[in-house]
């Protein structure tokens, strides 16, 4: 039997950088997660994106719901409707308003129910979820029938800035709370340690670090009072904010100046998350 002398001849190793393909449905089991965060941010984005698109759109008609031809005129012509910039400055007035009153009270609370114990904390921490929980229907009414028999404040500015303050309060509270729960102790005991009396240890150590919480539930605050209608009309008598203007002009065409302010309050937004993230990235470094 002859025996062949030949070495074997091993295949050669593929090519640097040559992949073998890989089956679509491989390719999808291993991006599945990917692909479902980008669907979903789709599925957020698009109204908004529409909204965007259609500021700079110049309608045939009242009614600014097909694309007709580009044009910048809302934009630069923003107070042309008559009633929008007046609703609108007396929204951010009651935003404004509401958020600095629900964010310091809301702080103080969130403080005592999360580094105290006192009797009736258990009942206090769900009556707080008590006005986030409940329709928007029932609050409004319910407020409107407190402010009827309680003649004494007409319906208008006044009670639409109490409304606001009191169920902004809530949201305020969960948010801050998560952040005061979350301190390390040792922190402030440190600086106690090193002779800090409570005053200086609360701004020097405390208060910087819930300072994120509490902007987080100032912005929160200021975002619902800014967008609320259903208990804003309820008690809003014949004062009239953005959201019930945007309502009103709706039944006989929305102007493209409201795309605008919707727009506008997006680009804010996402200009505020981009500077807290790159102060935080700063920091880490």
Same mark, same amino acid.
């Given at each position: 039997?002859?025996?062949?002398?030949?070495?074997?001849?091993?295949?050669?190793?593929?090519?640097?950088?040559?992949?073998?393909?890989?089956?679509?449905?491989?390719?999808?089991?291993?991006?599945?997660?990917?692909?479902?965060?980008?669907?979903?941010?789709?599925?957020?984005?698009?109204?908004?994106?529409?909204?965007?698109?259609?500021?700079?759109?110049?309608?045939?008609?009242?009614?600014?719901?097909?694309?007709?031809?580009?044009?910048?005129?809302?934009?630069?012509?923003?107070?042309?409707?008559?009633?929008?910039?007046?609703?609108?400055?007396?929204?951010?007035?009651?935003?404004?308003?509401?958020?600095?009153?629900?964010?310091?009270?809301?702080?103080?609370?969130?403080?005592?129910?999360?580094?105290?114990?006192?009797?009736?904390?258990?009942?206090?921490?769900?009556?707080?979820?008590?006005?986030?929980?409940? @329709?928007?229907? *029932?609050?409004?009414?319910?407020?409107?029938?407190? #402010? $009827?028999?309680?003649?004494? !404040?007409? +319906? =208008?500015?006044?009670?639409?800035?109490?409304?606001?303050?009191?169920?902004?309060?809530?949201?305020?509270?969960?948010?801050?709370?998560?952040?005061?729960?979350?301190?390390?102790?040792?922190?402030?005991?440190?600086?106690?340690?090193?002779?800090?009396?409570?005053?200086?240890?609360?701004?020097?150590?405390?208060?910087?670090?819930?300072?994120?919480?509490?902007?987080?539930?100032?912005?929160?605050?200021?975002?619902?009072?800014?967008?609320?209608?259903?208990?804003?009309?309820?008690?809003?008598?014949?004062?009239?904010?953005?959201?019930?203007?945007?309502?009103?002009?709706?039944?006989?065409?929305? @102007?493209?100046? *409201?795309?605008?302010?919707?727009?506008?309050?997006? #680009? $804010?937004?996402?200009?505020? !998350?981009? +500077? =807290?993230?790159?102060?935080?990235?700063?920091?880490?470094?």
């Amino acid at each position: 039997m002859a025996i062949s002398t030949e070495p074997t001849r091993q295949a050669a190793p593929p090519p640097v950088g040559s992949r073998k393909p890989r089956d679509p449905i491989s390719w999808i089991r291993a991006h599945i997660v990917q692909l479902a965060a980008a669907g979903a941010l789709i599925y957020m984005f698009l109204p908004v994106m529409v909204v965007v698109v259609f500021s700079f759109n110049d309608p045939v008609g009242k009614f600014n719901y097909q694309w007709n031809e580009f044009s910048t005129e809302a934009w630069t012509d923003f107070c042309g409707v008559a009633g929008m910039c007046e609703s609108l400055s007396l929204s951010f007035k009651i935003g404004l308003l509401a958020t600095a009153a629900a964010t310091a009270l809301g702080t103080l609370v969130a403080f005592a129910l999360g580094r105290y114990r006192f009797r009736g904390r258990a009942g206090t921490n769900l009556l707080i979820f008590m006005p986030m929980a409940t @329709p928007e229907v *029932v609050l409004g009414s319910s407020l409107l029938t407190l #402010f $009827i028999n309680v003649t004494v !404040v007409p +319906l =208008g500015f006044w009670t639409i800035l109490i409304a606001h303050i009191m169920f902004l309060i809530s949201f305020v509270v969960v948010t801050v709370k998560a952040r005061v729960a979350g301190l390390d102790p040792r922190l402030e005991q440190a600086a106690m340690d090193l002779y800090a009396n409570e005053s200086t240890t609360f701004w020097k150590i405390t208060f910087p670090l819930v300072l994120p919480g509490i902007v987080a539930g100032a912005l929160l605050a200021f975002s619902l009072s800014f967008d609320d209608f259903i208990i804003t009309n309820f008690n809003s008598g014949s004062t009239v904010t953005f959201p019930m203007y945007v309502w009103g002009a709706a039944q006989r065409g929305v @102007p493209p100046q *409201v795309n605008v302010v919707g727009s506008a309050m997006f #680009f $804010i937004a996402l200009l505020l !998350v981009a +500077l =807290g993230q790159l102060v935080r990235s700063r920091r880490a470094r």
